[in-house]
């Protein structure tokens, strides 16, 4: 953050003062100017002069607002669990200012006929957001179209989940990563192998094994391993920009880390449920902790945590993903839908973690804004309160207590492994490009239709393509 760049005494539309200011490391008291979506000014207080309102924040904490690089908010197709509008005001209640949407909807993304479609429904969003198109088998002469009409990243289900989109092959995989690593946006991996899966999933079911930890029988952490590893070695191979969606195993953390090491564009998230849960919660949970991939031991999370703190993990993210209660809450494993909701208790999870002192507030905000802001390419206007960034900001009172309450929700699908939870630390204001979408923990009025796609300001230059002369394209193309 760079501090004391302004012009003395102009008028502003808003200050903030009183607050510590954390951004890229650092914690200032300083007081923060916003005029219009950006912000105008930073300074020692008192020094930026006036402003239509001055809001006094003292004892607050001010930082970036998150940003989610994995929800499902469900529209077209499914919008009784969720829809853009529920969504986007679960993430502005959450602290959460730029969502990234995953494709698996119905229709999914694949084309840019649906990826029209979705942008029209994004319409009523209160957050930014991006949109992801699909990577999968059937639609690799869409990919191009895609990208060309404004897919702000893609997603390749190499595991089967909701919606049950058919992973594909690693031939199929090659080629798309070929083609994307020319337009350099990322490719975000549900890296779990369907085949292993399948193959145990069938042998429990037939054996009659239905039970919640049979879940995790059919999907042991080397389905993550493998995925990993194969997805890893074809980035490499291809130049593309890779990303691991919700890590959930100590295992899939080495080929994660070698692949850094050997210098594959490679990025990691992982979600609340895989930090704070672990089997002992099966018991009680039975089939609401259901999440693809599974929850694992305390010694995963234990190994999670530190490669969160460590940097080999690079991100938060939630895998928000809402289902309704009678989809949720099933005798037998197998038939209740996998997921929950997330983008709204992300940061009480997490600032709990920092009030713990399992991670500080500097590195939290590295990990929920700055490093997803760089790896999506919305680095330097997002993640970073700086001169000239977009007013993408939260309020978090660091020391309000909190109950995770499904019924207080604002997604539809509300069922949540977190029910009774006591948190510490919430986000008390949130602001998207200067405006207030959430104001002292409730919604704000006339924001629906205020989060706007981030295409304009994302900056994702060509990956440096490996072995183009091995592309089919290339090849098909003599
Ligand atoms: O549990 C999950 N649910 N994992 C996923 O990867 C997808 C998600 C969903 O869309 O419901
Ligand atoms: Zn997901």
Request: charge should be neutral.
């Amino acid at each position: 953050m760079v501090v004391g760049q302004h012009f003395n005494m102009k008028h502003h539309d808003l200050i903030f003062s009183g607050a510590h200011i954390v951004s890229g490391g650092k914690t200032k008291l300083i007081d923060m100017a916003i005029q219009g979506e950006k912000i105008s000014a930073l300074g020692a207080p008192g020094t930026l002069g006036s402003a239509e309102k001055i809001f006094d924040v003292t004892g607050k904490y001010i930082i970036p607002g998150a940003i989610d690089v994995h929800v499902h908010f469900r529209e077209p197709g499914y919008s009784y669990k969720e829809d853009w509008y529920t969504g986007t005001q679960a993430a502005a209640m959450g602290g959460v200012t730029t969502i990234f949407e995953m494709p698996n909807t119905n229709p999914p993304t694949r084309s840019a006929v649906e990826l029209s479609e979705k942008k029209a429904l994004a319409e009523k969003a209160c957050v930014d957001f991006g949109i992801y198109g699909l990577l999968a088998e059937d639609n690799l002469n869409e990919i191009d179209s895609l990208i060309s009409d404004g897919a702000n990243a893609f997603k390749c289900f190499m595991g089967n989940t909701f919606g049950n989109l058919p992973s594909p092959s690693t031939g199929a995989m090659l080629e798309g990563f070929e083609k994307i690593a020319k337009a350099g946006l990322r490719i975000s991996l549900h890296a779990e192998t369907a085949s292993i899966m399948a193959h145990r999933q069938k042998k429990l079911e037939e054996a009659g094994k239905n039970e919640p930890l049979n879940h995790l029988d059919a999907r042991p952490e080397i389905v993550a391993i493998e995925a990993v590893s194969r997805a890893a070695v074809l980035a490499e191979w291809t130049g593309a920009r890779i990303h691991v969606l919700h890590i959930s195993s100590a295992g899939e953390l080495r080929p994660l880390n070698e692949a850094k090491i050997r210098g594959v564009d490679i990025t990691g998230e992982t979600c609340p449920c895989y930090l704070y849960l672990d089997t002992s919660n099966y018991e009680n949970l039975r089939s609401v902790i259901r999440v693809n991939p599974p929850v694992r031991t305390k010694s995963d999370s234990d190994e999670i945590w530190k490669a969160l703190r460590n940097g080999v993990i690079d991100m938060i993210a939630t895998d928000h993903a809402p289902h309704t209660a009678a989809e949720k809450m099933k005798e037998s494993i197998w038939e209740a839908d996998c997921g929950f909701p997330g983008v709204e208790t992300q940061m009480p999870l997490m600032l709990t973690a920092v009030n713990q002192g399992k991670i500080t507030l500097e590195h939290y905000v590295k990990i929920s804004s700055e490093n997803p802001a760089r790896a999506f390419g919305l680095w330097p206007h997002k993640g970073n309160i700086s001169i000239g960034a977009h007013a993408d900001i939260t309020v978090i009172d660091i020391h309000r207590k909190e109950t995770i309450k499904a019924a207080n929700l604002h997604s539809r699908g509300k069922i949540t492994p977190f029910e009774n939870f006591k948190t510490t630390g919430a986000p008390v204001h949130t602001l998207v490009r200067g405006r207030f979408v959430q104001k002292d923990r409730n919604i704000c009025s006339d924001i629906k239709g205020h989060g706007k796609q981030v295409s304009d300001i994302q900056k994702m230059p060509p990956a440096k393509p490996n072995n183009a002369e091995h592309a089919i394209d290339k090849i098909l193309e003599k």
